[in-house]
């Protein structure tokens, strides 16, 4: 579904990522560790295609269409998601209103019709009990004045809406109190279906006890310098990632 | 690559201006020039009775003493040469029309084009329509509707003939003929507008609109309107203007009066779409408008909310005399620029009964390297004990050649009184549009999305068909967001 060969990208001057190769499959699921500053939210942001993040070189294709030649809303469209670190605030804009013109747009894109607010408001209201939550966060304004975990939770709310096909969540486990994370690890969980890939990014092995990875990742220095399974996550959390980057030339 | 959020937005306001057609009528139009002949044809054109006449004239020789407050504002344009203007224009087939049956075709037609369909069946349900086409008033529908419940609804021509005692007794009694420089000028030569009254306790049952549309080359347009809501009567009054593209700037100076007696309330809207002159500032419309309402009785309210896209320069600050003790005043503001558009806007209000409360939200916009200012005054006489203000006023940046200022006057004369200002100034963000583009809308979309929710507070207030035009003036969907 998602192959990535060689990925080099930087913003400004800046080198970040440097050789990122990875292959997602349907039905996968994969997490992403490393530590701070190591550029797994840069792999993610580029993969979305943030404008602010310049690919210098290597390859990405999703679902077989050249990934890197889409602009962000195409991507979208195609059924890639991203759930991001830093949900960004909309002020005056209903999350209702925004969710239905997000879905359909990407209901065009897969050629189904749009629906009108009626249909919406139920449609809505099914994905509300994934996340466990009630009518009144639809006419919130998005994001604006959410604490951190509402933004984190309000992100996979939109995931249940428009039912990607891959999923990238950006440290959506960040900030959440024991209840949320439950809530978020079984909204995605449930979300995950034989067609679809999920990809997370997180510093806590914790998370994967609920979102069980199939493959898990280091990136050190815009590198990935270790690939396992999910007994490689609790040796990181053993041993920390010293073991694994002290090789690497920064 | 994607377009920068800048140029997406500058195309989307940019839209070629889909209202500048020239509508090919055979008019009739004073020569040039201002002097006391003018004013005296004007009034005799519109077989006005000498009072009419002798208040023009009176207006006119305090304009001559007056000076143009060229400095006042943060606005800047090459000197008026106020005898190149034309002060009277009007299609010719303009008698007074009995029905719509007489009224030319190729007006209909113009209307029709600009989305103001003037047969009663095609308009919008609920909507009385008065169009002004140049200097005078050329339909007014639903008036039989609105007689009898005596709501009079008709042009200024009209109610200076038929009803000339309300118009003796209000004209000019909220914006007097030597109030500025424009109101002044207004006054002298103004030759058409809106007339509106109100019985006791009517509530208006639908709303009433005028539609001005100026068609002649290096014509002025001065109309007039007046709204007078007596005791307990409620309406809602809709305004909307559009002008051809034409390179030579032109000039608009309106007087807009309103009076809310005792538990009245006025609710006045604007959507303003003047011809704002092409890329290079060449041309477009110079908006220089008086706009005032008067609290006069207790319990009263009136309530402006503008949305203002167009003009090339933008001078108008429609204002508030809380004059009644626990009256209402509000000013709801919008305010567009790009290109090189110039919009110094804002409100006063003015507190001198008991109680009286104002409520301030102004949002400015700038694209391009437009300038907006919001300019207000916040006066509290001595004698308004208990009066509230609140004013909110806030500026979104597109891109990095415009500008956003902000004058707040405060005057506050007695100390019961309590007066808040906030103020922000944001720049629309790379971030927020990224985030809507990965959510699967477009730049274009995106943009709108954000500039409406920033402008949520205003379009709220708007009517609905009112909301619909905005929506459509700064290609905005806004289903859903409003309300
Ligand atoms: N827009 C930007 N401008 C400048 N530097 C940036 C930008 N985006 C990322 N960086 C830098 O690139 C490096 C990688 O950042 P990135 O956000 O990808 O790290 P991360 O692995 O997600 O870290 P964390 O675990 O803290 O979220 C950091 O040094 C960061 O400061
Ligand atoms: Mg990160």
């Not at chain 1, 747009?105 to 408001?121: N, S, T």
């Not at chain 2, 402008?455 to 967001?481: H, I, N, T």
Request: aromatic residues 8%; contains cysteine; proline residues 4%.
């Amino acid at each position: 579904m998602l192959e990535i060969i060689n990925l080099h990208a930087r913003v400004g001057d800046k080198q970040i990522l440097n050789g990122i190769s990875l292959q997602v499959r349907v039905g996968e699921v994969h997490a992403i560790m490393g530590p701070n500053g190591s550029g797994k939210s840069t792999l993610a942001q580029v993969l979305a295609g943030h404008p602010a993040y310049e690919v210098t070189a290597g390859q990405a294709t999703f679902q077989g269409r050249d990934l890197l030649d889409l602009e962000p809303e195409e991507r979208a469209r195609a059924g890639l998601f991203l759930a991001f670190q830093y949900p960004v605030e909309i002020p005056g804009v209903s999350n209702a209103y925004f969710l239905r013109a997000a879905l359909n747009e990407i209901r065009k894109a897969r050629g189904q019709e749009e629906l009108d607010p009626i249909d919406f408001m139920d449609l809505a209201e099914e994905k509300l009990k994934l996340v466990e939550w009630g009518p009144d966060i639809l006419s919130r304004a998005v994001n604006a004045g959410f604490s951190g975990g509402e933004k984190k939770r309000n992100e996979i709310l939109q995931m249940a809406v428009l039912e990607p096909t891959l999923a990238i969540l950006d440290e959506t486990d960040s900030g959440l109190d024991i209840d949320a994370l439950r809530i978020v690890a079984e909204g995605v969980n449930r979300l995950r279906r034989p067609d679809n890939a999920t990809v997370v990014v997180t510093h806590y092995q914790r998370l994967l006890n609920y979102i069980v990875p199939d493959f898990v990742h280091v990136i050190a220095a815009g590198r990935i310098v270790r690939s396992g399974g999910r007994e490689l996550a609790l040796e990181l959390e053993a041993k920390g990632y010293e073991w694994l980057t002290e090789a690497v030339p920064a | 690559m994607s377009p920068s959020p800048e140029s997406s937005v500058e195309s989307l306001v940019n839209r070629e201006y889909q209202y500048g057609f020239v509508t090919d009528i055979e008019s009739e139009s004073l020569p040039p020039g201002l002097n006391e002949d003018v004013v005296r044809t004007i009034s005799a054109k519109k077989q006005e009775p000498a009072w009419m006449t002798e208040w023009r004239l009176k207006a006119y020789r305090r304009w001559l003493e007056m000076k143009e407050p060229h400095h006042w504002a943060n606005v800047s344009y090459p000197v008026i040469d106020y005898q190149k203007i034309i002060y009277y224009s009007a299609p010719r087939t303009a008698k007074p029309l009995g029905s719509l049956a007489e009224v030319d075709p190729e007006l209909l037609r113009t209307y029709e084009k600009l989305g103001i369909p003037l047969s009663e069946q095609k308009l919008f349900a609920g909507v009385a329509v008065d169009a002004i086409f140049d200097s005078v008033s050329v339909a007014t529908t639903f008036k039989e509707t609105l007689r009898k419940q005596g709501i009079v609804f008709c042009s200024m021509n009209e109610a200076i003939r038929e009803h000339p005692d309300l118009v003796q007794a209000y004209l000019g009694s909220v914006v007097p003929p030597n109030d500025n420089f424009f109101a002044a000028l207004n006054a002298a030569v103004f030759s058409d507008g809106s007339f509106v009254y109100i019985p006791k306790g009517v509530r208006c049952p639908m709303e009433l609109s005028t539609y001005f549309r100026i068609n002649t080359a290096d014509t002025g347009q001065f109309e007039r309107t007046l709204i007078v809501a007596d005791e307990g009567a409620t309406v809602s009054y809709l305004e909307g203007c559009t002008a051809p593209k034409r390179d030579t700037n032109q000039l608009h100076a309106a007087v807009v009066e309103l009076v809310a007696l005792r538990g009245a309330t006025i609710k006045y809207s604007t959507v303003q779409n003047w011809y704002a002159g092409d890329a290079e500032g060449k041309g477009g419309i110079y908006n220089f408008v008086t706009k005032r309402g008067k609290c006069a009785g207790d319990d009263s309210k009136i309530s402006w909310t503008q949305v203002e896209t167009g003009s090339a320069i933008t001078w108008k600050y429609p204002s508030v005399i809380l004059q009644g003790d626990r009256s209402v005043g509000e000013f709801y503001s919008v305010a567009v620029v790009n290109g090189k558009q110039q919009a110094d806007t804002g409100t006063k209000m003015i507190h001198v009964g008991r109680d009286t409360r104002s409520t301030i939200v102004s949002k400015g916009i700038s694209a391009g390297q437009g300038n907006n200012s919001y300019r207000g005054l916040v006066k509290v006489l001595g004698r308004a004990s208990g009066a509230r203000n609140y004013t909110q006023c806030d500026s979104m940046l597109i891109g990095n050649r415009c500008g956003a200022h902000t004058f707040p006057y405060i005057d506050v004369q007695n100390p019961t009184a309590a007066v808040e200002h906030e103020a922000s100034t944001s720049k629309i963000g790379e971030d927020q549009i990224f985030y809507l583009k990965q959510r699967g809308l477009n730049t274009e979309n995106a943009i709108s999305m954000i500039v409406n929710g920033f402008c949520k507070e205003v379009f709220k207030e708007l009517p609905m068909e009112f909301a619909v035009e905005a929506q459509k003036l700064l290609g905005v969907s806004l289903e859903g967001s409003v309300g």
